[in-house]
């Protein structure tokens, strides 16, 4: 069974920095994209970021270019989100979510989510 | 970049009626149109893929069509179980942009 596992949400001031982890079980971590997509509070889903099989290619939203970073450590079947520069409108439930990437492309697996609140 | 357009933006009806959601994209998108369902304090689940293929599991009252522009989410016969919110999503180009979503209630 496919298992994802957000944790490292929590509350953080304008400015500051949290990370997120991801510890993924039931598939071959390595073989697939990943992918964060987050829901402020009440509102839609807006994908963050993806990260390829072996880390070597990332995309981003352009409203956290510069300031977050998606990463991956195949050895433990974790994704990473390094979140700096926090912004008030950061504020959402971060998903981590499997990104299939053969021929389709979707996500078809999706964590419980963590909260992060920005705020002062 | 993409933008997804849903309407409508909520629906009441009842247990067995048809429903069709529609999903309008800003610019051509192929048949790379995925739809969720998500419940209150849940995460998306995947329900269409390639904007007519069902996801495993998903019942088969659920179906899509579409392609270019112009896609529809269709539950043939309401159960108690499909109220809920739904979002369309292109996957043709980042950013991948999902739509605002519709919730749909009971009447």
């Known amino acids: 069974e496919v298992q994802l596992v957000e944790s490292g949400g929590g509350l953080v001031q304008p400015g500051g920095s949290l990370r997120l982890s991801c510890a993924a079980s039931?598939?071959?971590?390595?073989?697939?994209?990943m992918s964060w997509v987050r829901q402020a509070p009440g509102k839609g889903l807006e994908w963050v970021a993806n990260?390829?099989?072996?880390?070597?290619?990332?995309y981003y939203v352009d409203s956290v270019k510069g300031r977050f970073i998606i990463s991956r450590d195949n050895a433990k079947n974790s994704l990473y989100l390094q979140m700096n520069s926090l912004r008030v409108e950061d504020t959402a439930i971060y998903y981590c979510?499997?990104?299939?990437?053969?021929?389709?492309?979707?996500?078809?697996?999706w964590g419980q989510g963590t909260l992060g609140t920005v705020s002062s | 970049d993409i933008q997804m357009t849903q309407s409508p933006s909520s629906l009441s009806a009842s247990v067995g009626d048809r429903v069709t959601i529609t999903c309008r994209a800003s610019?051509?998108?192929?048949?790379?149109l995925n739809w969720y369902q998500q419940k209150p304090g849940k995460a998306p689940k995947l329900l269409i893929y390639?904007?007519?293929s069902l996801q495993s599991g998903v019942p088969s009252r659920f179906s899509g069509s579409g392609s270019g522009t112009d896609f529809t989410l269709t539950i043939s016969s309401l159960q108690p179980e499909d109220f809920a919110t739904y979002y369309c999503?292109?996957?043709?180009?980042?950013?991948?942009?999902f739509g605002q979503g519709t919730k749909l209630e009971i009447k």
């Open positions: 999503q292109q996957s043709y180009s980042t950013p991948y942009s």
């Open positions: 610019q051509t998108i192929s048949s790379y």
């Open positions: 390639a904007a007519s």
């Open positions: 039931g598939f071959t971590f390595s073989s697939y994209w």
């Open positions: 990260i390829k099989q072996d880390g070597s290619e990332k």
């Open positions: 979510a499997r990104w299939y990437n053969w021929n389709d492309y979707y996500f078809d697996y």
